[in-house]
Antibody
Framework: QVQLVQSGSEVKKPGASVKVSCKASGYTFTTYAISWVRQAPGQGLEWMGS????????NYAQKFQDRVTLTTDTSTSTAYMEVRSLRSDDTAVYFC??????????????WGQGTTVTVSS | ENVLTQSPGTLSLSPGERATLSCRAS???????LAWYQQKPGQAPRLLIY???TRATGVPDRFSGSGSGTDFTLTISRLEPEDFAVYYCQHYGSSPLYAFGQGTKVEIK
């Protein structure tokens, strides 16, 4: 079945970087885009950016444009999200998500399980 | 930037009651690229409704969506115990690509 499996929890110090992976299975990876959404503790969902697995075109939320890089590795059907210069308010659960049964403009119907990133000195 | 505002923040209801959740967009568009998600503690969001009114695969018919332009509604006709969760609306547009509302928590009264 269609699945997105993310890498495990991370604990980082302020100023460090973190790279989270999202491995897709059950569908042709290059057909779709992968989006990244984060959720701070007790807070709502926040879209960070999206990357086309077909041509690696990216679209970032303005807030994350300077500190976040999205990439893909089509040979392993894996998407990556790197956040640099981590701050305590980057502590959150990070989700990758995509669309499969619907068109990209209708929403995100496939989600990874989430990766907890904790930023603490 | 399109901002989505959900109301109420919290809805306290009993099983069997009807829940009505609202989502208002700051920018109205002719398309209906509005989706609703359900999220339970410790879980990823689950797509319920897309295109403002189409139920996603496997979603019970007690969930329905309506609205257009700037005002959208998610209705749960009769709350089941498993429906108590947080609900988010989301709109696809140019900036940001996927805008989410702040969420409505449906809790047991």
């Amino acid at each position: 079945q269609v699945q997105l499996v993310q890498s495990g929890s991370e604990v980082k110090k302020p100023g460090a970087s973190v790279k989270v992976s999202c491995k897709a299975s059950g569908y042709t990876f290059t057909t779709y885009a992968i989006s990244w959404v984060r959720q701070a503790p007790g807070q709502g969902l926040e879209w960070m950016g999206s990357i086309s697995a077909h041509n690696a075109n990216t679209n970032y939320a303005q807030k994350f444009q300077d500190r976040v890089t999205l990439t893909t590795d089509t040979s392993t059907s894996t998407a990556y999200m790197e956040v640099r210069s981590l701050r305590s308010d980057d502590t959150a659960v990070y989700f990758c998500a995509s669309y499969y049964r619907i068109s990209y403009y209708y929403g995100l119907d496939v989600w990874g399980q989430g990766t907890t990133v904790t930023v603490s000195s | 930037e399109n901002v989505l505002t959900q109301s109420p923040g919290t809805l306290s209801l009993s099983p069997g009651e009807r829940a009505t959740l609202s989502c208002r967009a700051s920018q109205g568009e002719s398309n209906n690229y509005l989706a609703w998600y359900q999220q339970k503690p410790g879980q990823a969001p689950r797509l319920l409704i897309y295109g403002a009114s189409t139920r996603a695969t496997g979603v019970p018919d007690r969930f329905s969506g309506s609205g257009s332009g700037t005002d959208f509604t998610l209705t749960i006709s009769r709350l089941e115990p498993e429906d108590f969760a947080v609900y988010y609306c989301q709109h696809y547009g140019s900036s940001p690509l996927y805008a989410f509302g702040q969420g409505t928590k449906v809790e047991i009264k």
